[in-house]
């Protein structure tokens, strides 16, 4: 009988990374492609501009928030598959904002999601209670909302219906208060720009 080095019930994932010129990173997973990452053009993270991005893959954020919207994305057909929910397509659209001060200008600040949005459309004939279902078990379940909710990341999530763009239900996260982060941004900009 042979040692398991971990239980069973562990799923193991194994990713290497080599770092190429300036801001470009390429990382391996075995038997597939590579894939890379690098900031874009003008990302530029001091004086003199000795580390320049060149744009020539995602960001380590796009690969984040396309890992989010997969990650969902598949959680969401294992559990419409155990609810007999039945849908047609799913498309999602996940917008980060980050201060990223921290990064560049203040390094006494840890650089940090303000706030993520997320938009689930759904081409389904269920009722709003079987969408509402289906969005608390796929949250649930998704190891990556657990990542995002463990870091206490506000979040809204809406699942909205393809077609009519209604949106049949919200989520929202670590958004406490009467001004969500995303509102107070807006608000900080245009004072900004007034004057």
């Known amino acids: 009988m042979s040692e398991q080095e971990f239980p069973p019930y562990i799923g193991i994932t194994d990713v290497t990374t080599q770092s190429h ?37 995602w960001t380590p954020v796009h690969y984040q928030l396309a890992a989010l919207s997969m990650c969902t994305s598949i959680t969401i057909t294992v559990v419409a598959r ?6 047609r397509n799913l498309r999602t659209a996940v917008r980060s ?45 998704c190891p990556q909302l657990g990542l995002f909710h463990l870091a206490e990341i506000p979040m809204r999530i809406r699942w909205l219906r393809e077609g009519s763009g209604e949106c049949v239900y919200e989520q929202r996260f670590h958004l406490e208060g009467d001004e969500d982060p995303e509102d107070r941004l807006r608000r900080e900009a245009a004072e900004l720009a007034e004057g």
Request: glycine residues 8%; negative net charge; without cysteine.
């Open 82 to 87: 155990d609810q007999g929910f039945a849908y």
């Open 21 to 57: 010129d300036q801001m470009l990173v390429e990382a391996f997973m075995e038997g597939q492609h590579s894939i890379m990452a690098d900031e874009p053009q003008g990302f530029d993270i001091g004086d003199p501009p000795d580390l320049v991005g060149q744009s020539r893959g």
């Open 97 to 141: 904002l980050i201060d990223i001060r921290g990064f560049f200008f203040d390094l006494h600040l840890q650089p940090k999601f303000e706030q993520v949005n997320y938009d689930l459309w759904l081409d389904t004939d269920a009722d709003d209670a079987a969408i509402k279902a289906l969005a608390d078990e796929s949250d649930r379940r």
